[in-house]
């Protein structure tokens, strides 16, 4: 019925949307299941909507839904509504299933299978996608294959479709494509296809391709692949009497139109192995030739670049249509012919060589098309040699031995006429940029001409063709003559040489390897220079300077390197670099032991200047203007590494080989020892310039992009190579580890400087980042963006592989800790991303299988390397600076307060008083804040009493469960007890001036007032004076005299302040000598206190949260550390602490430490920091230190509750509620909760379960549910029972009664004091004081009865202290 039809039409159309793309794989799948149904037998009740209990019969439902997607024009509609390659397949497959459907249940009654068919290629066309089409062909193919279906009818259906006229004559290409592939499935059950088949399929295809108007696009001409590429359709003869006639003719006709539709075609025809085009490339008298290749040719100098470009795509087609069968000894043998190959080759020379005529290219924009067509030439001769393994059938064709002195010959033709033509393009390329740019539709010449250059020269050494004379030796000629005529003005050295190193974009192997129809062009980069790397670019090396004598032409651009360097290093001496480069190429390729061959010294020493500390102000190679360099350009980033890596190869086998080198030459990378001890972790100090420049390489990752499939060594090859082959004296990866460690701080702090200039004024930030004002659409980007990602400065993904590789071969527990921070470069704090999974499974392995084996061999043992490990975690996670970490072991710095520095650093724009070498970097704290919760997360893991002691996979865990619990906790509330003096020292004037712009001379209220207004008061005064008195002496009546006087005093103070003010206005005045002393001063106190309310304080209390947030085992086992200090931050009423985001972030970090109560759900964690904040608030005790000029410390004391208190309310009855005893560390937590509750006169409602929860945990004050950390609180669990004891309300408490819970929390164990006093006397202390048998009657009372339970417990206690006796 229609609700059913409706339905089934409804299902269809949600199939079509993109929107089920992102539905889960089983809805997806399940939509598609049930969408098959609906017209397939299979269909049943469960589907049918009128609900009577039965399907459909004899199966007319089905095919209702069949004529509806096809008749009723539903696969049509679908097919036009689908908008992503998922939903084409989708509705593909539901198109195929009802082609099928309708063969095996409407065998007698075909009339709907047309339109199905018509639908399916409706949808192919809409899709443009070659690969939907072949897999519908494939699968249409095994349908009828295993259901034995009359395919006939099928070919016939799809047939009828090509037939179509007007706007669907495009269905033609999809039409005869599935009909060619039905009818060559079903050749092996048949003789062979009928002619009249053939001929029909052909015809369909001429005419819808070069008939129809307009003509067709070439993406839908590329959907008639199958049928072009099917040798039992196009074979020889075909494509002779058929297609190349009718090409040739309309190409004549129609050359803008006809010509993208011919490249398509041959780029199809180069898959069909059967054919040979050579005789329609020339003409032969006869006037029957199309003669293909001059129609083509002649497009090279089209006005237009997009015909050039198609010109010299097609000229390449048609050399590669080379194909011969010869009779062989045994039998009939295939191969691939020359004639083609050669016929296109000869008329690109021709035309590049002559200078006049109607085929000359006499201009760069025409030769480039021909350079471009000479290289793809070049890589498919190269892949057809004999020899050359391919893929599959057709790629294993090769061209006869017979025709080597053919190809030799061509290759010294096109060799000799490619050097000589590339001189009149002027135009070279200087740069080499990291990302290679868009060039589908541009040729730049002289760069194109010279990537041929390389691809013939390439092909000439697989033939062994480098003979003199010859055209290999003309191109190393073109190669050497920059080198011997240098000259740093034209370029030719940096183009020529330089691109031997890294070659230009390949124009051909990037269009090609982008083009859906590029026929076997995948395979034909396997064999191309590109492809090899370094290894052609040593060959061609080796050659230039063995037969050029290159290597004094080397040495002198070395040396004239090195004088413009002595004079000025604004410019890097690229060229210098790139000879230094090859020089030590040719070195490492000829070094043997029979012949070893050593580096000329005016070269090795601007190597040997990297093995210094200083290096960068010797050597032009590792100045600072070539490490900016190196930062953006491929080529010096590249050339760079490699001869660091080639230079530490080099010699290590010169040594090995004991030829006579030097032995004292010092280790390109190294350790500087004698400078350990000065530098800092954030310096390179004691680190060679060479192991900087590996840091600047690394941070900056340049991918060689220029070449499709490069085998190019990266960084991490030459780094891999320098650890293998420098000594172990040298600690190599210590010296990379510590110059990464340091580069990523710099280069941070360079950002957020630069992020500071940008935010000052708004000019800045327009000039940086301007509007957009053109109201375009913005561009989609998927994902967050790091803020430390690629283009900060640093690459933290390259970063942290390299790390990775040199965790192992770290000496010191210095460098394993720099190491295991940079392991977490560029990462977020996120628990549940993946990449923390991917985190935490790398630093398991470290632990395991590096850091423990570590500590085992080392001098120290484990607990002093975690604690060093701790300390350097706690010093990067928690501090701004390295000169601020708090020296808790220095007797006379109580407080942990470090010192100013005593040397005189300078003030940078970042606001901290120091020198960049001791500033820790954003992205270093960062990176500790990772690492901590990874460490964190694996710490959680590990359960102490299912512990397994001698299980090395359980040792991992009980290291990270020892640093996050016992170790990392103690110097991060060091850390935090520092920065919380420091801020409660700032005044109220030191926030006037924090606040204060910046630049600008700051005044106080007092001292701020100018001199007119200061004086003005002085003048006034005895006018006021004679005023009142003149008024006394008429009683108070009117003094015209005094009034007047008054009033001309005020005008002059008006007068002076609008001078004043215009003074202003018209330009700052210039300061004096004392107000610029002063005006630095304010500047270094501002950055100060930039350094502890930006810096300091809110990283330590960052550093918590984190440790606390990476597992709730961890956070809740610190918080008896963290607890206090962390309150103190919240109820701290000083003046810095007005702050907003200084309050967030304290009480943020509070409330993380409530979210680790485990036994309380997480949503109450904002309600019990709000508790606890109330039980300290406005009441801090101050104590003397006993020195009179010292300062009072501040105590934290808790107070009564306000009364109502919800917060503490709600923290109570959660406690209540949990009915057992909350562990330890909770306990201690929230006790401040239930002290306040039972502090004060007032009863506070909602806080009455508070006694009955002391009372409970009483219970962990001995036996064996004894608790270090409930325990340490007798003291004040029994003061806080006395002080509400104090107060009447006491007696509404019953169940337990004061009186019990006095007594409750003097449970001790057994009497056993073989281990001292079973109570303390600071523990008795309050039964004895103002609050107990010196206090009210009730407390005396409690006191006594407690006195007394204690007595009879421990008798011996009443006896050993006569004041309790007494």
Not at 243 to 261: F, M, Y
Not at 271 to 279: C, E, P, Q, T
Not at 865 to 890: G, K, M
Not at 958 to 977: A, D, E, G, M, V
């Amino acid at each position: 019925d229609s609700n059913t039809l409706e339905l089934f039409e409804s299902t269809v159309l949600q199939l079509a949307s993109c929107a089920l793309d992102v539905a889960s794989r089983s809805k997806r799948a399940g939509l598609v299941e049930e969408a098959a149904a609906w017209i397939t037998s299979s269909y049943d009740d469960e589907l049918d909507g009128d609900g009577d209990g039965e399907g459909f019969s004899d199966a007319a439902g089905t095919r209702a839904c069949r004529a509806r997607l096809g008749k009723g024009g539903l696969g049509v509609l679908a097919a036009n509504q689908c908008n992503s390659p998922h939903s084409f397949k989708r509705i593909a497959t539901l198109l195929q299933t009802a082609v099928l459907a309708t063969l095996k249940e409407e065998s007698d009654n075909l009339e709907n299978l047309e339109p199905l068919c018509h639908a399916l290629c409706h949808l192919i066309c809409q899709a443009r996608d070659l690969s939907l089409l072949n897999d519908v062909a494939g699968s249409l193919v095994r349908g009828l294959s295993e259901a034995k279906h009359d395919d006939r009818a099928v070919y016939n259906a799809f047939v009828a479709v090509a037939r179509l006229e007007g706007g669907e004559s495009v269905l033609v290409f999809p039409a005869v494509s599935l009909a060619s592939s039905i009818l060559t499935s079903s050749l092996e059950s048949s003789n062979a296809i009928k002619h009249n088949d053939k001929d029909e399929l052909i015809n369909l295809f001429l005419k819808a391709s070069l008939t129809s108007t307009p003509f067709p696009h070439p993406i839908h001409v590329a959907l008639a692949t199958p049928f072009l590429t099917s040798d039992h359709i196009i074979d020889q003869a075909a494509f002779d009497e058929r297609l190349a006639p009718a090409l040739g003719l309309k190409l004549r006709a129609h050359p803008e139109s006809v010509l993208p539709i011919l490249e398509v075609i041959l780029a199809c025809l180069t898959n069909n192995r059967r054919i040979d085009g050579s005789k329609h490339m020339v003409d032969g008298g006869d006037g029957a030739s199309t003669n293909l290749l001059s129609s083509v040719s002649k497009h090279l100098k089209s006005a237009k670049l997009e015909m050039r470009w198609l010109a010299w795509k097609t000229l390449v087609h048609l050399a590669k249509l080379s194909y011969s069968e010869r009779e062989g000894g045994m039998g009939r043998q295939t191969s691939l012919n020359l004639e083609s190959t050669t016929l296109v080759t000869n008329a690109l020379c021709e035309a590049l060589t002559a200078t006049t005529g109607s085929t000359a290219l006499t201009t760069s924009d025409y030769r480039s098309g021909a350079y471009a067509a000479l290289e793809g030439v070049a890589i498919y001769i190269t892949n057809k040699l004999p020899g050359i393994n391919g893929h599959n059938e057709l790629s294993s064709l090769q061209f006869a031995e017979r025709d080597t002195p053919n190809i030799a010959e061509l290759a010294d033709k096109v060799l000799s006429t490619l050097v000589g033509s590339i001189v009149k393009d002027k135009a070279a390329a200087t740069t080499f940029a990291a990302d290679a740019p868009d060039t589908s539709f541009s040729l730049v010449a002289k760069e194109v001409g010279y990537t041929a250059i390389l691809t013939w020269m390439w092909l000439s050494k697989r033939i062994m063709q480098t003979d003199a004379k010859s055209g290999y030796d003309a191109a190393l000629n073109y190669l050497a003559d920059p080198v011997n005529k240098y000259s740093v003005k034209d370029g030719e050295f940096r183009f020529r040489v330089g691109s031997l190193v890294i070659p230009p974009m390949s124009v051909y192997l990037s269009s090609m390897g982008s083009n859906a129809t590029s026929g076997n062009d995948g395979v034909d980069a396997v064999a191309s220079p590109f492809s090899s790397g370094e290894v052609f670019a040593e060959s061609i090396i080796v050659d230039l300077i063995e037969k050029k004598s290159l290597l004094k032409g080397l040495e002198a651009v070395v040396d004239a390197a090195m004088k413009k360097f002595s004079t000025s290093d604004v410019v890097a001496q690229i060229d210098g670099a790139l000879a230094v480069f090859l020089v030590v190429l040719y070195t490492h390729s000829s070094f043997t032991s029979s012949k070893p061959i050593s580096i000329p010294p005016s070269v090795n020493k601007v190597i040997a200047a990297g093995a210094t500390s200083k290096g960068h102000e010797s050597s032009f190679l590792f100045s600072p203007s070539m490490m900016e360099a190196a930062r953006s350009e491929v080529l010096v980033n590249y050339i760079l590494h490699r001869i660091i890596a080639l230079h530490c190869k080099i010699t290590s086998k010169a040594l090995g080989d004991g030829n006579g080198r030097n032995k004292d030459e010092k280790p390109l990378v190294r350790v500087i020892e004698k400078k350990t001890e000065e530098s800092s972790p954030l310096t390179v100090a004691n680190v060679s310039a060479a192991t900087k420049t590996l840091a600047v390489c690394t941070a900056n990752t340049v991918s060689i992009t220029t070449q499709p499939s490069s085998s190019y060594s990266n960084i991490h090859t030459s780094l891999k190579t320098i650890t293998t082959y420098s000594p172990a004296s040298a600690k190599a990866a210590d010296a990379i580890l510590i110059a990464f460690f340091a580069y990523v701080n710099e280069q941070s702090l360079k950002f957020e400087d630069a992020i500071i200039a940008l935010k000052e004024d708004r000019s800045s930030r327009d000039q940086s980042d301007p509007m957009d004002e053109s109201f375009n659409k913005l561009p989609k980007a998927k994902g967050k963006p790091s803020v430390y990602a690629p283009g900060r400065g640093y690459d933290p993904n390259s970063i942290r592989l390299a790390t990775k590789s040199f965790l192992p071969m770290a000496t010191t527990a210095d460098t394993l800790s720099r190491a295991l921070l940079l392991s977490h470069i560029g990462t977020t704090t996120r628990t549940n991303r993946r990449q923390r999974v991917v985190l935490v499974s790398h630093t398991l392995d470290v632990l395991k299988d590096i850091l423990l084996p570590f500590a085992g061999k080392s001098e120290k043992s484990l607990d002093e390397v975690t604690d060093e490990i701790a300390q350097f975690l706690a010093r990067f996670a928690a501090s701004t600076r390295l000169d601020s970490i708090p020296q808790s072991n220095d007797p006379n710095n109580a407080d942990g307060v470090c010192d100013t520095p005593k040397s005189s650093p300078t003030s940078d724009a970042r606001g901290i008083k120091s020198s960049k070498n001791e500033i820790i970097s954003p992205a270093l704290h960062e990176s500790s804040l990772s690492f901590i919760t990874t460490i964190g997360g694996i710490a959680g893991s590990f359960d102490a009493e299912l512990a397994d002691d001698g299980d090395d996979e359980n040792k991992p865990y009980s290291f990270s469960n020892t640093l996050c619990i016992k170790n990392l906790p103690p110097h991060l509330i060091s850390h935090l007890s520092v920065s919380m003096n420091r801020v409660e020292s700032i005044t109220d004037e030191d926030m006037e001036l924090y606040q204060s712009p910046n630049g600008i001379l700051f005044k106080t209220e007092s001292a701020g007032t100018s001199n007119s207004e200061s004086k003005a008061p002085a003048t006034t005064k005895p006018m006021e004076k004679k005023k009142a008195a003149a008024r006394k002496g008429k009683g108070g009546g009117f003094d015209a005299f005094a009034d007047e006087e008054w009033e001309r005093e005020v005008k002059k103070d008006l007068e002076k302040k609008k001078k004043a003010l215009e003074q202003t206005a018209s330009g700052p005045r210039s300061l004096s000598p004392q107000e610029k002393e002063e005006l630095n001063q304010q500047t270094q106190r501002r950055e100060e206190l930039s350094r502890v309310i930006c810096g300091d304080f809110p990283r330590t209390l960052a550093a918590i949260r984190s440790l606390c947030e990476s597992d709730i085992e961890i956070g809740n086992a610190c918080l008896p550390v963290f607890g206090t200090a962390v309150v103190g931050t919240v109820v701290s009423s000083c003046s810095a602490m007005m702050l907003p985001d200084l309050q967030n972030d304290a009480f943020d970090t509070l409330a993380t430490l409530a979210s680790c109560v485990y036994e309380i759900e997480e949503t109450h964690a904002h309600t019990l920091a709000r508790a606890l904040a109330i039980s300290f608030q406005s009441n801090v005790e101050t104590t003397k230190t006993g020195d009179e000029d010292s300062d009072n410390k501040k105590v934290l004391a808790v107070s009564a509750l306000p009364s109502p208190c919800a917060p503490a309310a709600c923290a109570i009855f959660e406690m209540d509620d949990y009915g057992e005893c909350l562990s330890g560390t909770s306990f201690a937590f929230l006790f401040p909760i239930i002290k306040a509750a039972l502090t004060g006169p007032r009863n506070i409602p909602g806080c009455d379960a508070a006694l009955s929860v002391l009372e409970r945990h009483c219970a962990m004050l001995a036996g064996e549910e004894m608790d270090a950390n409930v325990k340490s609180l007798r003291k004040e669990m029994a003061t806080s029972v006395l002080e509400l004891l104090s107060h009447d309300r006491s007696q509404t408490f019953v169940n337990p009664t004061p009186y019990e819970t006095l007594i409750s929390c003097y449970a001790t164990e057994e009497a056993d004091t073989s281990s001292g006093p079973v109570l303390t006397a600071p523990e008795i202390a309050p039964l004895l004081g103002g609050l107990g048998a010196l206090g009210s009657e009730n407390t005396r009372v409690a006191s006594m009865e407690t006195l007394a339970s204690i007595a009879e417990l421990h008798p011996k206690m009443v006896k050993n202290n006569p004041l309790v006796e007494n």
